[in-house]
C-alpha cells in the first residue's frame, strides 16, 4: 500500500512558478504540467519515495493549481482546498522572493533531468 506523501514547501514553490507562468496556450499550458509531473515523478524516485501512477500526476496537478488561484485570488477564483502549505508559500512569494527563487533553483537544478 502506497502512503500518501504530503506536499511540501520545494514542491509548492515549483508549482506556484508554473502557476505564475502558465502560458494561455491550452496545448503549452498541458505540456508545462506535464514536465512538472514528471519532475515530481523524479524527486520520488531520487528521495526514495513509494509513490504509485497517481502521484503528482497532471489531473492532481491541475487541482492544486486551482487551490493555489484561490489563495492568489483571495477566494474569488478556484478551490477552497488549499493547504496551510499553499498560504505559506504564497507569504513567501510575496514577502521573501530571492528566498522562493532561491528554492526553486535549487528544485529544478536537483531534480530536472
Not at 69 to 74: G, P
Not at 95 to 104: A, G, K, R, S, V
Request: with cysteine; charged share 30%.
Amino acid at each position: 500500500m502506497v502512503i500518501r506523501i504530503k506536499w511540501d514547501v520545494e514542491e509548492a514553490i515549483a508549482l506556484f512558478d508554473l502557476y505564475f507562468t502558465l502560458p494561455d496556450d491550452s496545448d503549452l499550458k498541458e505540456k508545462k504540467i506535464a514536465e512538472l509531473s514528471k519532475i515530481y515523478n523524479n524527486r520520488a524516485r531520487i528521495l526514495e519515495l513509494e509513490v504509485d501512477e497517481k502521484f503528482r500526476n497532471k489531473a492532481g496537478i491541475k487541482m492544486q493549481l486551482a487551490c493555489i488561484q484561490y489563495v492568489v485570488t483571495n477566494g474569488k477564483y478556484g478551490l477552497s482546498d488549499a493547504s496551510e502549505l499553499f498560504y505559506q508559500t504564497h507569504k513567501l512569494y510575496k514577502e521573501y522572493p530571492q528566498m522562493f527563487h532561491l528554492i526553486l533553483h535549487e528544485f529544478y537544478r536537483k531534480y530536472s533531468f
